[in-house]
């Protein structure tokens, strides 16, 4: 694979948080190969770019269409397809999760850690067909079934967080059990998990160390390849084409306008410098956001869909809401001044922050 195949103009982030390396070399590959819709992958290539823990993972929208489209089509077709997919979804929701409560404190075998990451696809495949089906509904249906689909989406919230917390927590129990750190071990990729668990032995380490400060993975149908330092940038500069432009666009999730000062928030438990009134900025919003995004005025999102926790919660809240701008984390910074404008999908920057607010 030669990263030259990856130069589309149709790239779009399609999900952001913080996912290590070593679960991004999994998730890459359920998108890529594991996961069918009507005969095919889900998508012909993605690419994740994996900064210090924090990641965000690219589909052309090529891809997302022709899988969205194809589930409109059969839900044209078959009128319980709705109620069945919103099912299954929570029904892999209490498998995945029943799984993880049971082995969680167990000791992580090469048998359990592909049971796990089986069990991971199985979910994620539901996670999709509910989370983009709903992207491509008319609006008479959509309006009819969006109720169902989010009480399902909703359901299943946690999952991810807790896929990634047993991910932490067999990453932690091998770093005391080799005296190496566990921000390292997360940078294993899935294929040197596996050698580990059957051989015991490790990368070498200070490639691990270069692979925390930046990794950029691109996947197709066949296959990965895995860059860092500066092929990692290029790839990075391919995918997100940031604008030179003051003006971000995005998607409207809810109606509204806000003016306020820019927060860009990864880790809310890390957060110290909040304000009433501020404007939340993220890669994706997940439920312990909550207490910021009551306290903002607005938030913006590079990632997400009808159905992403951003949205939902911005009807919620009755508060203006832009999703999917693909690089409002990179193009703002902290104590920025800007005017959002929900009602168009457009984020104007007003005025430069002088003084630049650490980040969390």
Sequence with gaps: MNSKFFKHNDWGQIWAGSWSVHTCSHLGNHLTKDIVFGGKSFLRQSA????????ACWAREADRDRVGKYLVRKASRDGGLIKEICNAL???ADKIL??????QSKKLTLNLYREFWGKVAHYYQRHLADKYFVDYLEQDLLKKFLPVLEEARLYAEPVFKRIEDF???YAKSI?????KPEELILCMNREEMEDYLKNKSFPIMEELKVRFKKTAMLFDRKTYILKTGEQAENIEE?????PASKIIKGQPAYAGKAKGKVRIIWEPKKVKLFNAGDILVT???RPEFLPFM????AFVTDAGGILSHAAITARELKKPCIIGTKVATKVLKDGDLVEVDANKGIVRLVKTAVRRVRKV
């Design 48 to 55: 994740i770019i994996v900064v210090k823990g924090k990641s």
């Design 175 to 179: 770093g005391r059990q080799t005296n």
């Design 238 to 242: 391919i995918i997100l084409r940031i």
């Design 294 to 297: 009551k306290k903002s005025a």
């Design 90 to 92: 929570k029904k892999e």
């Design 283 to 285: 890669g994706m919003t």
């Design 167 to 169: 991910t932490e927590a």
């Design 98 to 103: 029943t799984f993880i409560d049971k082995y």
